[in-house]
């Protein structure tokens, strides 16, 4: 079974400009989570997608922004990109179906966003 | 406010030891929680989960431990291997399902 799979592994951008990260769930799961690791701090949630809908959003502004398409796949964007965006971006997809155990989030290996 | 905290920033433990991390929270609602690992240019990967109806669970060297009382999870790794050095997240999740995350820790296992 393919893991979560995400893209670019690794993105350089400029100051202003918009970049799109793209994520793809493991086969069968509705959910995506993104979130923010910046150097040094843990994960910080961003957006949480669930069958093609936003269900919630972390402490971020409004630049960052996303959708999930109806193959359960993934696109976060961000808009207007400054310097602290240089961070970590990771993906994760859930089966909210397997609620007995509660919810487990698997990760893809992230995409490592460098704004200069 | 951080609603689940990490206060080791890093942990060194001699191989064969036991390596002992700690996460408290301060939301109530919290009734499940969960550990992962995360080695370098990887994503976390899920290690152990407890519910909080109960206050012990196993699964091989790993071991986590919920006292709901002092609001406090520790994952014990018994004994200690090198592959075990990897930066640990405590994760805890409530009725909604959204994981609230604590910052890590990084255990170094030391040979």
């Known amino acids: 079974e393919a893991g979560v799979t995400q893209s670019p592994t690794h993105l350089i951008k400029t100051r202003g400009q918009q970049a799109t990260l793209r994520c793809s769930p493991i086969?069968?799961?509705?959910?995506v989570y993104w979130y923010q690791q910046a150097l040094g701090l843990g994960l910080q949630f961003l957006l949480w997608y669930d069958e093609g809908e936003e269900r919630n959003r972390g402490n971020f502004p409004p630049r960052f922004s996303g959708r999930q398409f109806p193959n359960y796949s993934s696109e976060l964007n961000v808009n207007a990109l400054e310097l602290e965006d240089s961070a970590l971006y990771l993906c994760?997809?859930?089966?909210?179906?397997?609620?007995?155990?509660?919810?487990?989030?698997?990760f893809g290996p992230g995409t490592r966003l460098l704004v200069l | 406010d951080q609603q689940v905290k990490q206060n080791s920033p890093s942990l060194s433990v001699q191989e064969g030891r036991i390596s002992i991390l700690n996460c408290d929270y301060t939301n109530s609602m919290f009734d499940y929680f969960l550990w992962y690992k995360k080695y370098p240019a990887e994503g976390p990967t899920f290690l152990i989960s407890?519910?909080?109806i109960k206050d012990k669970n196993e699964d091989g060297r790993f071991t986590v431990f919920l006292n709901k009382s002092a609001k406090h999870l520790s994952l014990h790794i018994v004994p200690s291997q090198p592959g075990d050095s990897a930066v640990y997240f405590c994760a805890a999740s409530d009725s909604n399902y959204q994981l609230i995350w604590g910052a890590g820790t990084k255990l170094i296992i030391k040979p």
């Open positions: 086969s069968g799961h509705t959910s």
């Open positions: 407890i519910s909080s």
């Open positions: 994760a997809s859930s089966n909210r179906r397997g609620r007995l155990r509660g919810e487990t989030q698997y």
